[in-house]
């Protein structure tokens, strides 16, 4: 490898865990936002926020928010919005940690699809990684204690649809801009299930500082996320996806005095081990 890939490359590594480390900090906030506001009220103020805020940084020529081809982008959205439906539902009954776990499990997902209806074969290495993860998943959702509700299973429903989202971005969306994708996300109605069935509340304000943090934060992080792949190779940058479970984890610690237990914690291993194993197998794969 060249000093110039591998400046790259630890350049895409720190962008990764600078986003990383926004995304687990802001969404520590949505339990106690929960508490003032419904899940669809807050998708729908923090888009007022976050997609003027794209177009004012495209009016002064810093991103395009210009999609090149509309369908694919508006279905990518889709899935993506209706993932983080059942992300931020979720967040609202169960720790971040917990959320985090079902959510990363969307290269299971990924791997699934692409065995089951893409063509790709797929090695015993990544379906031995799968299933690592997907044990990991469940020690750290405790699907065998009292802990467990059905609140726990929405994360991993958002996973899915995370998958799906970025085998569109992959195979259909590899032309677009990352802002042209991020402004519809935000805009995609991603229906009324508050958190889940609050109605609207007039008496918002104790809330509109996390509003802010959300819509700004989670541009940043998802920014600095996209930027990462951009600039290293998306095999090593990939990995430091996965410091959102030590950032997340902390600032729940830090914050809200949530604790993660041994068992979590070898669940949230188990998870990196089998995220890296696919990732190292995908990158080794396509080299």
């Not at 649809?161 to 971005?169: E, P």
């Not at 677009?176 to 304000?205: H, K, Y």
């Not at 951009?230 to 830090?254: D, K, N, P, R, T």
């Amino acid at each position: 490898m060249s000093n110039l890939n591998s400046a790259q490359n630890a350049r895409g590594a720190w962008l990764m865990i600078g986003g990383m480390a926004m995304i687990g900090f802001v969404d520590n906030f949505i339990g106690p936002m929960a508490e003032v506001i419904g899940l669809w009220q807050f998708q729908i103020q923090r888009s007022i926020i976050a997609v003027p805020t794209l177009i004012l940084l495209s009016v002064f020529g810093v991103l395009s928010v210009r999609p090149k081809f509309l369908k694919p982008v508006l279905l990518r959205s889709s899935l993506i919005a209706f993932g983080m439906m059942w992300y931020f539902g979720a967040l609202g009954f169960i720790p971040l940690s917990q959320a985090l776990a079902g959510l990363f499990t969307s290269p299971i997902w990924v791997l699934l699809f692409t065995a089951l209806f893409r063509g790709i074969p797929v090695s015993r290495a990544q379906w031995f990684a799968v299933c690592l993860s997907f044990l990991g998943a469940l020690m750290v959702l405790d699907i065998w204690g009292d802990r467990f509700s059905l609140a726990s299973a929405m994360p991993i429903v958002a996973g899915l649809f995370w998958a799906m989202g970025a085998i569109v971005t992959r195979d259909y969306c590899s032309q677009e801009t990352p802002s042209a994708m991020l402004v519809l996300d935000p805009v995609v109605p991603e229906g009324s299930a508050g958190f889940i069935v609050r109605p609207w509340t007039s008496d918002w304000r104790p809330a509109w500082w996390i509003l802010l943090l959300q819509a700004w934060g989670s541009l940043v992080g998802v920014g600095l996320m996209t930027r990462a792949y951009q600039v290293g190779e998306a095999s090593i940058v990939a990995i430091f996806e996965y410091s959102v479970f030590l950032f997340g984890s902390v600032f729940a610690l830090m914050l809200f005095g949530q604790t993660v237990d041994f068992w979590q914690g070898a669940g949230f291993a188990l998870i990196i081990l089998g995220g890296v194993i696919i990732v190292l197998r995908s990158g080794r794969e396509s080299a």
